[in-house]
Structures are given as structure tokens and as C-alpha cells.
């Protein structure tokens, strides 16, 4: 391994730099030993979005480095075309930037792990030796909408679930506006120098990376046009969603019930996998189930999330299930809401607890 290389500066100079890393780190450690227990992540969650975080950038850097270079080299510069296959590692540059400290973007990462984990752990239903899934089932149903429908989220699950286990980046990952955002900060990153040739190179490899994105393509939003072909009636929907969940399918089980309730698929997801439930069990109740189903759902999510009191839930189940239809769907209507109408009155909120 080659030695270290310092750049060139006073003693004084690196002892301010130190002294302010120094500063950093303590106000990080701080910052941990005084955080609840409830917004600790465990190490598992931290890992994976980790993981789901490192690959994402280096998919986009990967594309955006092979494109620029490409069109360099159609203009004859070969040597700047390859430079751009290399460089300083992105990643670590947006780290320090803070670029990478996005809401939007930590928010979608946390509950797609949190979501995949609470599924991981979920209860199978019992079935019959060889008995296929649920969706399996509607990839094969007479409906050719459904069918289709159910194909491509079969699909699109096996793109992320293949993206999880060979640590690559999924090709639709991200809401449109969190991947516009990160692509162009990757984008910012490849610079190493003012250099008109090579910032055109990248502008166009993100233009063309953004033109060929399609958030339609996230397991979130095909879960969504599966529940919309399916359509559920009122009396459809208990069996339906108790077999989601036997089938450890959240994402089916959550688009049914969004397409319902004219909800996001994020913000059911949302629901799902807060621990305390008291959002999704209006949600439920907003869509007549009864008590029974309301209690099945609660048993298999805690059983797989030891954080949700069951104890607790169970006195509150009559309670629960006392809650008027209509009266559960008035309390949720905000969530159906316009999402940056809803964006903004939050941002207001916020600003006025101040």
C-alpha cells in the first residue's frame, strides 16, 4: 500500500482541522448516547440501507461515468473519455458534502428495509404442499388486466429482491423526484476540475439517465396497478389482504388497501410499518373490517416486529373495532390529500413549532 500523501499546509493549520474533527465526532457521539431507544436503528436496518444506499449511488455513477465517456470518445477525446471510467470515489465526496443527508431519500430507503424486514419475518399461512401464492395465482387469472398486472409485480420483486442479494442497484428504485435529485448530485460529484467538454458529457449522460427513468416501474407503483385491476369489493377485501399476508406480500397488501382508500402506496407502506399501528388500524376500520380481521392482521405483524405490544393492542381492540367506517375514512382524508400539498402544510407545521 503507498504511503499517505498530506497536502501541503501549516502545523497550525492541521491542528484547527483536527480540533474541528474532534469537535465533530463528539457532537455525533453525543447526538447517539441521548437518542430513544425508539430511533435507534438496529444493526440490521443500518446495514441494509447502507447497502441499498452505496448501491444506488454506484449505479448511477456507473451509468453516468460509462455515457459521458462514450460520448467524449464519439468526439475524438479519447484521454478525457478515459478519465471519466475513473475518478474519486462519489460516494465518499457526497458523504462529506451532506448531499447524501436527504429526507426524501432516507425516508423511502428506511421504509423499503423496514418493509422487506417485517415481511421477512411474518408467520406463513399453512397451505397445501406446492400450493402456489397468491400472486402466482392472479398472474393466471382469466382477467388478462389482472393477470398482467400481477406478472409485472411479480417481476418487479424479483428485480429488487435479485438487487438486494447481488448488491446492484435496482433499475427503478427511487420516487421521481428523489432520483432527479440524486442523479444530478452524482452528476456534481464527477467534476474534478472546470472542464466545459467533460460538464457537457455529464449533463447529457444525466438528461439521458433521467429520460429513460420510470417510477412506474418500483414494485410500490406496479402493486398499485395490480390492486387497481383487481378492484376489490367491500366483501373481498378481509380474505384479500389475510392472504397478502399469509404470503408475506406487504407491498400486495398494502397497494390493496391504499387503491381503497385512494391512498399512496408509500404512505400505507408508511402505515404498515410504524410499530404503534394506530394509523393502520383506522385504515382498516375505514374499509369495514371487523374485528376479527383487524385482530389477525395485529397477531401476524407482531409476531413479526417485537417492538408492537399485542398486550396492549388487545385492550384496545373493542375499542378498535368500535370505530364508525366513515368516521375512520374523515380522520384519514388529509392523507388523501395532494402529496406536495401535503409536503407543504407539513414544512409549515414544522416551522411554526419552532
Do not use: C
Not at 449522460?205 to 407503483?221: I, K, M, T
Not at 410504524?274 to 383506522?282: S, Y
Amino acid at each position: 500500500m503507498p504511503a499517505p500523501t498530506f497536502k501541503p499546509m501549516s502545523a497550525s493549520t492541521r491542528a484547527v482541522d483536527a480540533w474541528a474533527r474532534a469537535d465533530v465526532r463528539l457532537g455525533e457521539a453525543i447526538d447517539d448516547l441521548f437518542m430513544a431507544d425508539d430511533a435507534r436503528l438496529d444493526d440490521r436496518t443500518r446495514a441494509r440501507v447502507t447497502h441499498a444506499l452505496t448501491a444506488l449511488v454506484a449505479g448511477i455513477e456507473t451509468d453516468l461515468r460509462r455515457h459521458a465517456a462514450r460520448v467524449l470518445a464519439d468526439a475524438g477525446d479519447i484521454a478525457r473519455a478515459e478519465a471519466m471510467l475513473s475518478g474519486a470515489e462519489v460516494f465518499a465526496r457526497l458523504a462529506r458534502a451532506g448531499l447524501l443527508r436527504d429526507l426524501d431519500l432516507i425516508d423511502e430507503l428506511l421504509a423499503r428495509v423496514r418493509m422487506d424486514v417485517l415481511a421477512e419475518a411474518l408467520p406463513t399461512a399453512p397451505v397445501a404442499v406446492e400450493a402456489p401464492s397468491l400472486l402466482v395465482r392472479l398472474t393466471e387469472a382469466p382477467d388478462t388486466v389482472v393477470a398482467k398486472a400481477a406478472a409485472a409485480l411479480l417481476a418487479a420483486q424479483n428485480r429488487r429482491q435479485a438487487a438486494n442479494e447481488n448488491g446492484t442497484a435496482e433499475p427503478a428504485a427511487l420516487p421521481a423526484d428523489v432520483q432527479h435529485r440524486l442523479v444530478w448530485r452524482v452528476a456534481a460529484a464527477l467534476r474534478e476540475r472546470d472542464d466545459a467538454a467533460v460538464d457537457r458529457a455529464i449533463a447529457q449522460a444525466a438528461v439521458r439517465s433521467l429520460a429513460a427513468y420510470d417510477e412506474g416501474d418500483r414494485p410500490e407503483g406496479v402493486a398499485m396497478r395490480l390492486a387497481g385491476a383487481i378492484d376489490a369489493r367491500p366483501a373481498e377485501f378481509a380474505p384479500l389482504l389475510i392472504e397478502a399476508l399469509g404470503d408475506r406480500n406487504l407491498q400486495l397488501f398494502a397497494g390493496v388497501l391504499a387503491h381503497a382508500l385512494a391512498l399512496d402506496h408509500d404512505q400505507l407502506r408508511a402505515m404498515v410499518v410504524e410499530p404503534e399501528g394506530e394509523r393502520l388500524w383506522l385504515a382498516l376500520r375505514a374499509v369495514s373490517l371487523d374485528r376479527s380481521t383487524i385482530a389477525q392482521v395485529a397477531l401476524a405483524l407482531s409476531e413479526a416486529d417485537p417492538r408492537r405490544d399485542i398486550e396492549a393492542f388487545a385492550d384496545r381492540l373493542d375499542a378498535i373495532a368500535a370505530v364508525a367506517a366513515d368516521e375512520a375514512a374523515a380522520a384519514l382524508a388529509p392523507f388523501a390529500l395532494d402529496r406536495d400539498f401535503r409536503a407543504a402544510v407539513a414544512a409549515l407545521a414544522r416551522s411554526e413549532r419552532r
